[in-house]
């Protein structure tokens, strides 16, 4: 009998835990892993979203963690950035038009990592800033964490911190060979506004379907990154032609798309209706920079810097267009963008040279 009674306690035991092991099993199959409250969101660690799995700082997204890269990329001293999209279980983004960011549901995180990798001495690596966009009921908010030096963990910046914004000293050397030292800028969440402001709410700025409508190489395969979106159940549609954007580093591209795409993702969120610099004269979104006029060419600037440097771009003069003149300067009181540099982009630079170049015709 005790052996009989033991038999029947095994069989029972055993069931019991294959019937807990298949509702774990059903359990991790129905969530992306991902540790998300909307109600105790921004956690003070970065870590703590288990956004990534592994060492945290390889950035190895956990699943439903989508990485995404615009066409173009904003210019921030040089720095590299991976970027990337978490959605709640059974929401979807929707599409509105080419030149306006999807529609997320509550609940999106737009995570953005900024880092470095020739870092010196030594062309280490090293991630400097993590920025979050989070989706809440009543509109996105920004929170900023700073890695630490061991690069194990980012803590959520808060107080007089995220305030006034911080620099953080750095080193590193481009891809020209050149070593630059500059004091990278943290910036503080007022400026986190000014940049992603319109219509006096916060909004994301490159997830916008002219930006997202190119290839990318996923763990699994190159695919386009708007149907990626759709295949992983983020995304309800989306139509077949988009006026898009390119990569401005592409010299396979036509020069005036690759200038209009640059002038687009790093100027225009300022530059348009309803924005920071609504009421310069200039409207630089990619679906507007097809008109000459927006883009300032043999337009009077609203802010000449002397008599030589009056129009914004001076067809055939460079040396001689107010855009130019703000492009190549650090200097805060003339510099454009205003924020996120320190540090010149010689490339964007050339870029303005060459288009300006081509430019012929006689203002009045």
Request: charged share 20%; net charge neutral.
């Amino acid at each position: 009998m005790k052996k009989l009674y033991f038999l029947y306690l095994w069989c029972f035991m055993a069931l019991c835990s294959c019937k807990n092991d298949e509702k774990i099993e059903s359990i991790e199959e129905g969530t992306s892993f991902v540790n998300f409250n909307i109600d105790a969101v921004p956690y003070g660690k970065l870590s703590t979203y288990n956004f990534f799995t592994g060492e945290l700082k390889n950035l190895t997204p956990n699943s439903k963690v989508i990485p995404y890269e615009p066409a173009s990329s904003l210019f921030t001293d040089y720095a590299l950035k991976k970027r990337f999209v978490w959605m709640p279980a059974g929401t979807r983004a929707g599409y509105e038009s080419d030149d306006k960011s999807l529609n997320f549901p509550v609940g999106t995180v737009l995570i953005k990592n900024f880092y470095y990798n020739t870092i010196q001495p030594g062309n280490t690596t090293k991630i400097i800033e993590t920025r979050l966009m989070i989706r809440k009921s009543g509109g996105w908010i920004f929170a900023e964490y700073l890695w630490n030096d061991a690069q194990t963990e980012a803590e959520l910046v808060t107080g007089t911190d995220f305030t006034s914004g911080s620099f953080k000293n750095i080193s590193f050397r481009k891809e020209n060979n050149t070593v630059l030292t500059t004091d990278y800028r943290i910036p503080s969440e007022t400026e986190c506004f000014a940049c992603h402001k319109l219509d006096n709410k916060p909004v994301p700025i490159g997830v916008k379907p002219q930006n997202l409508n190119v290839m990318y190489p996923y763990s699994n395969g190159v695919k386009n990154q708007l149907q990626k979106l759709v295949d992983e159940g983020y995304l309800q549609s989306y139509p077949s032609s988009i006026a898009s954007t390119v990569n401005y580093k592409d010299t396979g591209k036509p020069l005036d798309l690759r200038l209009r795409s640059y002038l687009d993702i790093n100027c225009a969120h300022c530059h348009q209706e309803n924005a920071r610099c609504d009421y310069r004269a200039i409207r630089l979104s990619f679906s507007k920079t097809s008109s000459l006029t927006n883009l300032g060419v043999c337009v009077m600037a609203d802010e000449p810097i002397d008599q030589s440097l009056e129009k914004i771009i001076n067809p055939g003069n460079p040396s001689k267009s107010v855009m130019h003149f703000r492009l190549s300067s650090t200097d805060e009181a003339d510099r454009m963008p205003l924020l996120g540099r320190t540090v010149v982009h010689d490339e964007g630079v050339e870029l303005l040279k060459q288009w300006i170049g081509t430019l012929n015709q006689n203002c009045p």
